[in-house]
Structure formats: structure tokens, C-alpha cells
């Protein structure tokens, strides 16, 4: 999805307006978020609106499927954050097709948060060492993604492979 995205318009942003959006990431996700001396910025990545913090890209904002605007973090940012809500674990099978930025099926799903509802954005992760692997719109609730082992069950936005993985700034 994002391989011919590049990063745009990158403009430093005073906390006070990123406040409320990380209050958001915190409150959904379950996570402390530590912001002291971090210099934020916005970008422009496609459709996306990328937060950095101290030149990371740590979170995202995008539009869900009812055209409401949302954060999330993106893989560096749950790997910093070790958020505890929205997670999906995934079997060894399932990797390396989510590795390539395939959808998640549900036959791979072995475990999730039960609280999941569908159009939430979650993120993957393998079920052994809990190490993010992808992030993406849910595409049925939490436990009809572990019950059921057919269809789609996430619709992957980005993932390990992706360019905004790699980024340097």
C-alpha cells in the first residue's frame, strides 16, 4: 500500500496539540506514554498524517472506514510503548505472508484481545514472543477471530516490510 508514499511537509507541532492525541493512544491501547523533552512533528505519508517524536515515526492518524479521523501507533511506536489492548496474536504459519503485507486470515489467529470490535484498528503480533508484526483494521469482532478459521479476519495497513518501517530521518 505505502511503497510509492514518501514523507512530506514535515512541520515541528507544540505538545499542547499533540497532547490530546496521545491521551487518545494511551486511553485505547492501554499504555504509558512518556512525552518529556520529545520534540513532536507532523508529516504528510500518502493518505496518513505521521507523528514523530524525536524524529521517529511513533504514531499515525488516518481515516477509519466511517471517515472518522484516528490514531494509532505504528510498529516503532508499539514497540516502544508495549501497548496492552488491540493485540492478535498470529501461528508460525501466518508470518511470513504477514511479513509480505498479506491480510491476516482467520486460521492463523490463535489468541487476541477479547475486547476487539470489528473496524478497530489492531495490531499483530506472533503468538510465541509477542514482537509486533503488522498493524490493520479488524474485520470481525475478538472472539469470532479466534472461534472461526475462514475469511479474512484484519485487512493489514503496514507491516515490518513496508517503507515506513526503514524510515530514517
Known sequence: MSKDWVIKKRRPVRKKIVLPLLKELSNS???EINIQNALFEFADYG???LILINKLPMAIELKNPNGEIVAFPTLKGI???KPVLRWVAVDRGAIPF??????CMMAGVQDCDPEIVEQDLVWICDEVHKKPIAVGWALTD???MIDSKSNKGISTIHWIGDELWNLEL
Open 98 to 103: 504477514l511479513l509480505n503485507g498479506a491480510d
Open 142 to 144: 475478538g472472539p469470532n
Open 29 to 31: 491501547l492501554g499504555v
Open 47 to 49: 493518505t496518513w498524517n
Open 79 to 81: 514497540l516502544n510503548w
